[in-house]
């Protein structure tokens, strides 16, 4: 299995902390079950260099265990913020090699 960045881009007037997020959120983090590595955390501030994509800013990241990048994508496309007009990035990670 390889590990996946779910990276969040909200809409840039998005508010974090609403009760029915909060419950999106969390039924969509309890439904990824075991291939759940680990949940992240929300973004609270942010600042952008080059093109982040016009409108939106980073809402928060997951790592996610999957068979392959389609399988990945399938998981993500439970993800709630896309019904608000929300995208999400997924991304394989990979090794790099030993650090210098």
């Known amino acids: 299995m390889a590990t996946f960045l779910f990276s969040y881009r909200m809409p840039a007037d998005y508010q974090a902390g609403r009760p029915d997020a909060i419950a999106d959120w969390t039924a969509f983090f309890k439904g990824l079950g075991d ?4 949940r992240g955390r929300p973004v609270a501030e942010t600042a952008e260099l ?3 994509g016009a409108g939106t800013r980073p809402g928060g990241y997951s790592l996610i265990s999957a068979d392959d990048l389609e399988a990945a994508v399938a998981l993500a496309q439970g993800c709630p913020a896309l019904a608000g007009g929300a995208g999400v990035q997924v991304g394989v990670l990979t090794d790099v090699g030993p650090a210098a």
């Open 35 to 38: 291939h759940m590595v680990d």
């Open 50 to 52: 080059g093109d982040c």
